[in-house]
Each structure stands twice: as C-alpha cells, then as structure tokens.
C-alpha cells in the first residue's frame, strides 16, 4: 500500500525529529489496525507527495495543539476512499 510504503521510506523518517518520528511511528500504528479492521481492495486516491503533505500538516497540527479527531465520513472524503 502507497501510504504504508511512506511512512517506512527512511529518508523521509530521518529529516524527522524525534518527536515527528514518535507521532509518525503511532499514525503508522493507527493506519495498520484501521487497514486490518476495514480491508478493501481499492486503491488510494491520493499520491506520494499528497500523503507526504497531509502527513506534515498533522505534525504541524499537533505541535500548534490543532490536531482534531476525525469522524469516518471526514476520513473518507479527506483521503479519497469508500467503505
């Protein structure tokens, strides 16, 4: 999967610092329990560098205190995919 590949690429997780690599390391945490609960067979609409993007907005987010929790609606539309 396009996302996981992302998240392990190791020149991407070493321009991290640590506290960016812990909240990526607990999203990659999230994302396998969410991809293991709803499984599906169709593929992200989003690219690398979209992903790339909305994975530094988080960071961004969550160091600003504006991180929000999202409903599945919201997740789905957000990152293009159906259940």
């Given at each position: 999967m396009q996302t996981t590949t992302l998240l392990y690429n190791s020149e991407?997780?070493?321009s991290?610092?640590?506290?960016?690599?812990?909240?990526?390391?607990?999203?990659?945490?999230?994302?396998?329990?969410?991809i293991k609960k709803?499984?599906?067979?169709?593929?992200?609409l989003m690219n690398d560098d979209e992903i790339r993007q909305t994975i530094l907005e988080e960071i961004e987010n969550y160091k600003n205190g504006t991180?929000?929790?999202?409903t599945m609606e919201e997740m789905k539309k957000r990152h293009g995919i159906s259940i």
């Open positions: 991407f997780l070493n991290l610092n640590e506290s960016q690599r812990d909240i990526i390391n607990k999203t990659k945490e999230i994302m396998a329990n969410w709803h499984e599906t067979d169709e593929p992200c991180a929000k929790t999202y």
